[in-house]
């Protein structure tokens, strides 16, 4: 008996350290988890590559192919008549590195898609005027070249030229995705190369506003618990960002910022910092459990007006 109940005890002890070990994996496990959401959530166009994947381009940066949020690089443009212009290039081979070209062929899809510089959901006018490569966008501010191709064996480029009429530079940005098909994904090590296009002057268009980046998804307010939201604009100086209490936001966002609470007016707010290099920044809200929206709200005309935006430019060092 005394055996039996030594070898219980040895059971046992096997069991507690399975155990223990099983705690510590689900403990490192959720912390990484967090890690990776929190690097997702703050979100300032940071994105992990590999800096030996051969396919490259002048603009555009090699992110993901699940990743849904580019960089936002500000790009100078060359004037000519009436328009100005800018080429995008997309090579087999790592960017200011001819000899590093890729063995296997690159076949992929250029897209390019407009969106208002202001972050307002309208589109200005004249979009159609806008071309990549002499082919005109869609009235709904997008223009796509399929069956792109890079050849193997030696360094292949293609050149997209894109054409803007002046009155239109200060008004638009472009987001450009070059992803590669089923069939060259592994070549290019499951990345793709984008980037959104920003082109206004700081003096032409100093403004902050916000827009929920789920709203273009055919889905209604009510069908998530978390939400994107995306501050864009231009201009140095306090961001304020108010919402309903309907709503709660992340507490992985970190920018910097103060929150305030107005409890009378069932309103809390963030103020952060923008600097005139920052021209997007991106953080999550999630419903309130104890508040739930109204089915008058699950449209993101209503639901978007939980969360207003507002912006005070920074003052030159002198002024009054």
Not at 124 to 141: E, V
Not at 254 to 271: D, R
């Amino acid at each position: 008996m005394k055996k039996k109940t030594g070898k219980r005890i040895r059971c046992g002890s096997h069991a507690g350290a399975i155990f223990v070990l099983g705690v510590l994996i689900l403990l490192v496990g959720g912390s990484f988890a967090a890690y990776t959401n929190f690097q997702s959530v703050k979100r300032v166009v940071s994105t992990g590559t590999q800096s030996d994947t051969m396919f490259g381009s002048n603009y555009l940066s090699l992110i993901s192919l699940t990743d849904e949020n580019p960089p936002v690089k500000r790009i100078s443009l060359a004037e000519s008549d009436n328009y100005y212009t800018i080429t995008v290039i997309v090579c087999n081979y790592v960017w200011g590195d001819e000899t590093l070209y890729n063995p296997k062929n690159i076949t992929y899809e250029v897209k390019a898609v407009l969106t208002a510089t202001d972050g307002g959901e309208n589109l200005p006018g004249g979009i159609t005027d806008i071309t990549m490569s002499g082919n005109k966008f869609n009235a709904d501010g997008t223009c796509t070249l399929t069956g792109q191709k890079l050849a193997a064996g030696k360094a292949e480029k293609n050149s997209y030229s894109f054409q803007i009429p002046k009155a239109l530079k200060d008004k638009i940005k472009i987001q450009i995705t070059a992803e590669p098909d089923f069939s060259s994904a592994d070549a290019v090590n499951s990345q793709k190369l984008a980037a959104i296009l920003s082109f206004a002057d700081y003096k032409v268009t100093k403004n902050w506003t916000g827009k929920f980046l789920d709203s273009t998804i055919n889905k209604k307010p009510l069908d998530y618990d978390a939400f994107n939201y995306e501050i864009s604009g231009n201009g140095e100086g306090k961001v304020t960002v108010t919402w309903d209490d309907k709503l709660q936001l992340s507490s992985w966002t970190v920018i910097g910022g103060k929150n305030t609470t107005v409890p009378e007016q069932g309103k809390q707010s963030y103020v952060f910092d923008v600097d005139a290099s920052t021209t997007a920044i991106q953080f999550q809200f999630y419903r309130n459990p104890d508040k739930p929206l109204e089915e008058k709200e699950n449209n993101w005309i209503s639901f978007g007006s939980l969360v207003t935006v507002s912006y005070q430019e920074k003052k030159a060092e002198g002024a009054e």
